[in-house]
């Protein structure tokens, strides 16, 4: 699976993109990052396909932004190292 950054750039209710990842990706393949503004998603598809399946490509649930992460550095807590460690698909 790839990993993906799903990013709310709404400014007032962000709970309907939130709701869609809830109802759409399996609980262990995404990772709230920032309440209601940013998650981890680790999805088998294109960032196209994935905004399909949230049902968001039309713009419904707000202003988002979909990204794959290739190249990543940074740190972080240790929650979200080992998420991104269980969905490394380079290490399967």
């Known amino acids: 699976m790839t990993q993906f950054m799903v990013l709310s750039m709404a400014k007032d209710d962000e709970t309907s ?3 869609s990842i809830e109802t759409n990706i399996a609980p262990a393949d995404y990772l709230e990052l920032v ?3 940013s998650w981890l998603v680790a999805f088998s598809g294109t960032a196209s396909e994935l905004s399909e399946k949230l049902g968001a490509k039309d713009g419904s649930h707000g202003h988002f932004f979909i990204t794959s992460m290739n190249d990543i550095s940074g740190y972080g807590p240790k929650s ?3 998420w ?3 969905h490394d698909r380079s290490a399967k």
Do not use: F, T, W
């Open 17 to 19: 993109l939130k709701s």
């Open 84 to 86: 991104m460690d269980e």
């Open 35 to 37: 309440s209601n503004r």
């Open 80 to 82: 979200v190292i080992d």
